[in-house]
């Protein structure tokens, strides 16, 4: 298990609170951690963005948002090839600026993730004795006929792990250019 997968006091806190999810017999829930050398308010600027998940999501090649980005307000996510699926829609089910907080469900697609719902969170934690930024993701979904739940959270878990590093990267590269403002929203 790497420093990103490590679960402490302080992030299980973060879980107790934040990642309430109640999966029933045929689903699978986890979470994945991820340790971001720039600070909250940049990486929060580009996790908030509810409308621009392709800033950091590589497999996210065209978002197109219908509503006011609120709650309820929902994407239609053309997915990069490559990937089991070409669209995904999904609808923002929570967006909190003060806690930060992004809950995401997805309502449609032609993938197997099923009644898939995900909370990301992020945190400030001293990283190296920088400000830096711990970013939680958690999910819950229907594990697929033909699928166990290690296998289906393990696949979940891979593409959340892939998207959290690229978020990493991408953060990090704009604080080491100095952009440390956040993005607008």
């Given at each position: 298990?790497?420093?990103?997968?490590a679960?402490?006091?302080?992030?299980?806190?973060?879980?107790?609170?934040?990642?309430?999810?109640?999966?029933?017999?045929?689903?699978?829930?986890?979470?994945?951690?991820?340790?971001?050398?720039?600070?909250?308010?940049?990486?929060?600027?580009?996790?908030?963005?509810?409308?621009?998940?392709?800033?950091?999501?590589?497999?996210?090649?065209?978002?197109?948002?219908?509503?006011?980005?609120?709650?309820?307000?929902?994407?239609?996510?053309?997915?990069?090839?490559?990937?089991?699926?070409?669209?995904?829609?999904?609808?923002?089910?929570?967006?909190?600026?003060?806690?930060?907080?992004?809950?995401?469900?997805?309502?449609?697609?032609?993938?197997?993730?099923?009644?898939?719902?995900?909370?990301?969170?992020?945190?400030?934690?001293?990283?190296d004795?920088?400000?830096?930024?711990?970013v939680?993701?958690?999910?819950?979904?229907?594990?697929?006929?033909?699928?166990?739940?290690?296998?289906?959270?393990?696949?979940?878990?891979?593409?959340?792990?892939?998207?959290?590093?690229?978020?990493?990267?991408?953060?990090?590269?704009?604080?080491?250019?100095?952009?440390?403002?956040?993005?607008?929203?």
């Open positions: 298990m790497n420093d990103d997968d679960c402490g006091v302080m992030e299980a806190q973060y879980i107790r609170r934040h990642h309430r999810h109640h999966p029933n017999d045929n689903q699978c829930t986890s979470a994945v951690f991820k340790n971001v050398r720039a600070p909250v308010p940049l990486v929060w600027s580009l996790v908030r963005r509810f409308d621009q998940p392709q800033k950091y999501k590589p497999f996210v090649s065209r978002c197109v948002v219908k509503g006011d980005l609120g709650i309820g307000s929902v994407r239609e996510v053309n997915v990069k090839s490559g990937l089991p699926a070409t669209t995904s829609t999904e609808r923002l089910e929570l967006l909190d600026d003060e806690e930060h907080i992004l809950g995401i469900r997805i309502v449609g697609g032609d993938h197997r993730l099923k009644n898939y719902s995900s909370i990301m969170t992020v945190h400030p934690k001293v990283i004795g920088r400000p830096g930024t711990l939680i993701e958690s999910f819950v979904v229907d594990v697929p006929n033909g699928n166990t739940k290690d296998e289906t959270c393990y696949f979940v878990k891979a593409l959340i792990r892939c998207n959290l590093k690229s978020l990493a990267d991408v953060s990090e590269r704009m604080a080491v250019q100095g952009q440390t403002e956040p993005l607008e929203k």
